[in-house]
C-alpha cells in the first residue's frame, strides 16, 4: 500500500484527501496514502496484476538527488494528519518513512554518494531518531536487521550508503562475469520465471545475442514463446543445442536442474548460475 497508483478510489472519497502542492510530480502522494488508510471504511484487494510500471528509466524521479527533500518536505506536511491518533499509526508513520529514506539510499547506491543531498538526509533521519527516542517505533513490528541500519545512520549516514555500495557492486560484479563469459557463445536459459526473464533482457540491453531458447520443466510453458523465444523441455533444448551454455536462473532448484542437465549430457562447465536476483538499478549502465 505504499503507491498511490495501486488502487481506484471512488471519487468522493478521494475528494476528502489533501495533497501537498510542490513543483514537478515526485513522491506526492506520501501524504495522500496516509489519509486514505486512516480515513478509507473498506477495501476490496484483488490478486491479478492490471498495472505494469516501467522501472528502468534512468532519468525518473526516483534517481534524483532531490529524492531525500521530497521525502522530509511529504513527512512533515503529512504529520499533521497524525494529531489524535494512536502510537500504532505513528509507528506505522515512522516505519514508513524509514523505508522510504532507506529506498533513496538502495537507488543511491548505484552511483557515487549524493553530497548535495546530505543536509535533507539528515532531515530525514534526526525525525526517525527522535521518534526512537520517544519510543514512537515499534520495533516489534520490524526487521531485526533495521536495528543495525538505524543505529549506522545515526552515526553518519554514508556508512549505511557504504554498505549499499558494497551489496550493488556484488551484484554487478557477479553479473558482469557472467556476461563476459557468454557474450560469444550460445545461450539457453534455464527457467521462465522473473529472473530469467530479466537476465535476458539485461543481456539484450548488453548486446548479447546469442540466447536462443528458454527451457522450463513446467509442461504447460513448453511448445509457447516468451518474447521472440522458445520455450522447450530441458531434454530438447540439450538435444537441439549440444554445445550452448545453460544459465540456470532458479535459487530453490538449483541443484536439482544442474544434477538434471548433467544427466542429459551437458558439460559440468557449460551449466552456469544466475543467483543475484533481479535489480532494475541494473538497467541503468552498461556492464559490457
Known amino acids: 500500500d505504499t503507491f498511490l497508483w495501486y488502487g481506484l478510489y471512488q471519487a468522493d472519497f478521494f475528494k476528502q484527501i489533501y495533497f501537498l502542492e510542490t513543483p514537478g510530480a515526485a513522491f506526492q502522494d506520501i501524504a495522500a496514502m496516509l489519509q486514505i488508510h486512516m480515513s478509507a471504511k473498506k477495501a476490496v484487494y484483488?490478486?491479478?496484476c492490471v498495472y505494469y510500471y516501467r522501472q528502468d528509466n534512468n532519468k525518473a524521479s526516483s534517481y534524483n538527488h532531490k529524492g531525500f527533500l521530497y521525502i522530509a518536505e511529504e513527512y512533515e506536511y503529512a504529520e499533521k494528519f497524525l494529531e489524535g491518533k494512536s502510537v500504532e499509526w505513528r509507528s506505522v508513520f515512522?516505519?514508513?518513512?524509514?523505508?522510504?529514506?532507506?529506498n533513496r539510499f538502495w537507488i543511491m547506491a548505484s552511483g557515487e554518494f549524493?553530497?548535495?543531498a546530505v543536509l535533507d538526509m539528515e532531515r530525514v533521519s534526526d525525525r526517525i531518531c527522535e521518534a526512537d527516542k520517544k519510543g514512537i517505533i515499534l520495533y516489534k513490528e520490524m526487521p531485526e536487521e533495521y536495528f543495525a541500519?538505524?543505529?549506522?545512520?545515526?552515526?553518519?549516514?554514508?556508512?549505511l550508503y557504504q554498505i549499499y555500495r558494497k551489496e550493488y557492486e556484488k551484484c554487478q560484479n557477479v553479473l558482469k562475469k557472467l556476461l563476459v563469459l557468454v557474450k560469444e557463445e550460445n545461450i539457453v536459459i534455464f527457467g521462465t520465471g522473473?529472473?530469467?526473464?530479466?537476465?535476458?533482457?539485461?543481456m539484450l540491453y548488453n548486446q548479447i545475442t546469442g540466447v536462443m531458447a528458454y527451457c522450463d520443466n513446467n509442461k504447460e510453458r513448453?511448445?509457447?514463446k516468451l518474447g521472440k523465444l522458445p520455450v522447450?523441455?530441458?531434454?530438447?533444448a540439450v538435444s537441439v543445442y549440444k554445445e550452448a551454455y545453460f544459465i540456470i536462473t532458479s535459487k530453490k532448484h538449483r541443484e536439482d536442474m544442474k544434477e538434471q542437465l548433467e544427466w542429459l549430457g551437458v558439460e559440468k562447465g557449460k551449466i552456469l548460475f544466475f543467483h543475484t536476483g533481479e535489480d532494475r538499478r541494473i538497467f541503468t549502465e552498461k556492464l559490457l
Open 46 to 48: 484483488i490478486s491479478k
Open 94 to 102: 515512522y516505519h514508513k518513512m524509514f523505508m522510504h529514506w532507506k
Open 114 to 116: 549524493w553530497d548535495d
Open 149 to 159: 541500519e538505524i543505529e549506522l545512520f545515526q552515526q553518519n549516514p554514508y556508512l
Open 194 to 202: 522473473k529472473y530469467g526473464d530479466f537476465l535476458y533482457k539485461t
Open 222 to 224: 513448453q511448445g509457447k
Open 232 to 236: 522447450l523441455s530441458p531434454e530438447e
